[in-house]
């Protein structure tokens, strides 16, 4: 089975730009979590999505963040415009239902200049 | 603040020894505990969960020891292979929220 894939895995963009990051979870997974990983923060929880709807965007650090999941095998997070202190891992996560295991796609390493 | 406390930060052992991560919650709510793995460039992966109604679980190398009274819980390789040096993370999960540790990078020396 195909895991949660994520696009892409590497980003490089200048400061002030759009980046949007896409995720597909794995099928049938009905709960979606965007994570950021950063050395400073660890692993932190950015917005939780159920059945498509979002549920729990409180860590969202700002107003430039934002989510959307169209469809349950689709999932984008955008920033704009972007700044240097967004670089860090971005990943996506699923599960089957809200209390089983996530399962992580291998990121996007984002990097603004 | 953290809300699950990780130790060591790093640890090397040589093969066969037993590395043995430490993690520690204050949060009585929490009702499941993954440990994740993950190697540079990937994604954490799950590698064994417990629930706090059970004391021990074991999968291949793997072994989680859980004690509920004492908010304590750690993760122990057995008979430890270089395939096995990678950052681990332990975790705590309370309705959707996963809390994470801030992860041990375990080196496996040959």
């Known amino acids: 089975d195909a895991g949660v894939i994520q696009s892409p895995r590497h980003e490089v963009t200048e400061m002030g730009q759009e980046v949007t990051l896409r995720c597909k979870p794995i099928?049938?997974?009905?709960?979606l979590f965007w994570y950021r990983q950063t050395m400073m923060r660890g692993l932190e929880l950015l917005i939780y999505?159920?059945?498509?709807?979002?549920?729990?965007d409180s860590g969202m650090p700002e107003d430039r963040f934002s989510a959307k999941m169209p469809n349950a095998s689709f999932s984008t997070l955008k920033i704009q415009p972007s700044e240097p202190r967004d670089s860090a891992v971005y990943f996506c996560a699923s599960s089957l239902r809200v209390d089983q295991p996530q399962h992580f796609g291998d990121g996007t390493r984002l990097s603004i200049l | 603040q953290q809300q699950v406390k990780q130790s060591p930060q790093s640890l090397i052992v040589q093969k066969g020894g037993i590395p043995i991560i430490n993690c520690a919650y204050e949060n009585t709510a929490f009702d499941y505990f993954p440990w994740y793995q993950q190697f540079p460039g990937k994604g954490p992966a799950l590698l064994i969960a417990i629930r706090p109604d059970v004391s021990e679980k074991k999968e291949g190398r793997f072994t989680i020891s859980f004690n509920k009274s004492a908010k304590q819980f750690s993760l122990h390789i057995m008979d430890s292979q270089p395939g096995d040096s990678a950052t681990y993370f332990c975790a705590a999960l309370r309705d959707y929220k996963l809390s994470f540790g801030a992860g041990t990078t375990v080196t496996v020396r040959a």
């Open positions: 099928s049938g997974h009905n709960s």
């Open positions: 999505f159920n059945n498509n709807v979002p549920i729990d």
